[in-house]
């Protein structure tokens, strides 16, 4: 008797080392796996999309483990991505903690609310129709984080948020000469930097000029505001402006018209914001495109007249 109980308690010691041996072994995966389990998904069912997508080779394993852990009265539904090699014990503890993936959603500077709507639209993973409208300049251009699953309308709020704390930010920080009345206006300026420059050195000085030009009363002229007028955000040009372009009626032409559009004309980024709150001190009124991507800045007519003759020629050669 005493015999078979040591021979008993042998073979469970063994079983027990060998089931932690296969608890702790790495896995098969080569490479990243994601598996989505969804509410309700009883322990059986997530065990077997585990084994058939590779994650794990021994779903009663599995399963046993989960019911030890009480796991299988509270697998927590999500999108997971396993790593490769990963155990299966390390499978058990990642669903346990709801370490679900997230996914990442780019909304680049200097897009329309319309674009970055089609962008949020186009997302396989994002669920629901868009069911929110915001303005022009309310989306601030990141990358987002979601789970698979989400609403579109999530998406659209995170970005509207994070604009809005921006905005109320960079206005705060604003320079006192600023000859903006609000936080509006300097979006306005802000998403026309945007347009205007891509490059983080010549922000503050594009904004400069534009600054500089409102304090004189001349028109900011603009080619940005231009072809928003034409196309109001909904599409590209993809052509050159025309000199009739210029004629065109619209309170977004500030070749036409003075002072700021009505509105922003794009989602402008944190830098360009910042740029519009807090613009470098100069003289200049002018600038143009210097042929090498980015832009010389003028303080005369004469000088800048030079300029854009100089561009042209570059453009020739």
Request: hydrophobic share 40%; net charge positive; glycine share 8%.
């Amino acid at each position: 008797m005493k015999r078979l109980f040591l021979f008993s308690f042998l073979v469970v010691a063994l079983a027990l080392v060998q089931v932690r041996l296969w608890l702790n072994e790495p896995g098969n995966l080569s490479g990243p796996v994601n598996v989505v389990i969804h509410k309700g998904t009883g322990s059986r069912t997530v065990a077997r999309k585990l084994a058939e997508s590779g994650v794990i080779s021994r779903p009663w394993l599995f399963r046993l483990a989960a019911r030890l852990k009480g796991l299988d009265k509270r697998l927590k539904a999500g999108e997971y991505q396993f790593a490769n090699g990963i155990s299966l014990s390390g499978v058990i503890r990642q669903i346990a903690r709801g370490e679900v993936f997230f996914r990442k959603l780019t909304l680049p500077e200097g897009l329309t609310t319309a674009q970055m709507l089609e962008i949020i639209r186009s997302e396989p993973a994002l669920e629901g129709n868009v069911t929110i409208a915001p303005g022009e300049g309310t989306l601030l251009p990141e990358t987002y984080n979601f789970m698979r699953g989400d609403s579109r309308d999530s998406v659209i709020r995170q970005a509207m948020v994070a604009m809005e704390k921006v905005k109320t930010e960079a206005w705060k920080n604003r320079s006192d000469s600023l000859p903006l009345k609000n936080a509006e206006e300097m979006m306005v300026l802000a998403s026309i930097i945007e347009k205007e420059t891509g490059i983080a050195a010549e922000r503050r000085l594009v904004s400069s000029v534009f600054v500089n030009r409102l304090q004189k009363g001349m028109r900011l002229q603009t080619d940005p505001t231009v072809i928003y007028a034409l196309t109001r955000g909904k599409k590209d040009l993809e052509r050159l402006l025309t000199r009739k372009d210029l004629e065109f009626d619209s309170p977004y032409n500030t070749y036409k018209y003075y002072g700021l559009p009505p509105g922003p004309i794009c989602n402008p980024g944190k830098a360009s914001i910042e740029a519009a709150a807090q613009p470098e001190v100069s003289d200049y009124l002018y600038f143009v495109a210097d042929g090498r991507g980015g832009h010389n800045f003028a303080v005369s007519l004469k000088e800048h007249n030079r300029n854009v003759r100089s561009w042209r020629k570059s453009r020739q050669r």
